[in-house]
T-cell receptor, first 115, second 111 residues
Framework: DAGVIQSPRHEVTEMGQEVTLRCKPISGHDYLFWYRQTMMRGLELLIYFNNNVPIDDSGMPEDRFSAKMPNASFSTLKIQPSEPRDSAVYFC?????????????FGDGTRLSIL | SQQGEEDPQALSIQEGENATMNCSYKTSINNLQWYRQNSGRGLVHLILIRSNEREKHSGRLRVTLDTSKKSSSLLITASRAADTASYFCATLNNAGNMLTFGGGTRLMVKP
């Protein structure tokens, strides 16, 4: 089975540019999560979707961040305009429905560097 | 602040020794999960223990949960160099809609 697929794996861009991170969850999973990992703050939940609908975006740092899930097999996290403090590793994870005891499956992340 | 806090932050042991990592949390939970992260990779789920369970085993892994002390431990027995990774605990709230990760323990197993 293919796992969660994220692209790109690495992104280096200058501040002020728009950045789009992509995620393909595991087929059949109803939940999709976006996390950000930094040394200072650890792993933070940004937003999660259930059946393509955003449920909780309280972790999104500010209006520069937006996320969409147009269908069950694709999600994007966009930063516009990007700033150096957005540099981090961004992870996408998915999990199946069926109750609370389902583990999350993570992609290998996008390492984002904003210069 | 983070719900789960791991202790120690870093641990270095020799191959064959046991490794014990601890996790403390603050609010009531539905379940507690342990994940492993190899360098440059995503997190991989290891084991889940429900709030009404006290101990669980999976291969060389043993997890305990003490809800009265709001703490959990992960024991890796007979460690191998391949166990070198960061280990995170994560707690699921009672509403079942929020998984909160701790800061992790960096484990190094020397061959």
């Amino acid at each position: 089975d293919a796992g969660v697929i994220q692209s790109p794996r690495h992104e280096v861009t200058e501040m002020g540019q728009e950045v789009t991170l992509r995620c393909k969850p595991i087929s059949g999973h109803d939940y999709l999560f976006w996390y950000r990992q930094t040394m200072m703050r650890g792993l933070e939940l940004l937003i999660y979707f259930n059946n393509n609908v955003p449920i909780d975006d309280s972790g999104m740092p500010e209006d520069r961040f937006s996320a969409k899930m147009p269908n069950a097999s694709f999600s994007t996290l966009k930063i516009q305009p990007s700033e150096p403090r957005d540099s981090a590793v961004y992870f996408c994870a998915s999990s199946p429905s069926g109750g609370r005891n389902q583990p999350q499956h993570f992609g290998d992340g996008t390492r984002l560097s904003i210069l | 602040s983070q719900q789960g806090e791991e202790d120690p932050q870093a641990l270095s042991i020799q191959e064959g020794e046991n490794a014990t990592m601890n996790c403390s949390y603050k609010t009531s939970i539905n379940n507690l999960q342990w994940y492993r992260q190899n360098s440059g990779r995503g997190l991989v789920h290891l084991i889940l223990i429900r709030s009404n369970e006290r101990e669980k085993h999976s291969g060389r892994l043993r997890v305990t949960l003490d809800t009265s002390k709001k703490s959990s431990s992960l024991l890796i027995t007979a460690s191998r160099a391949a166990d070198t990774a960061s280990y995170f605990c994560a707690t699921l709230n009672n509403a079942g809609n929020m998984l909160t990760f701790g800061g992790g323990t960096r484990l190094m197993v020397k061959p």
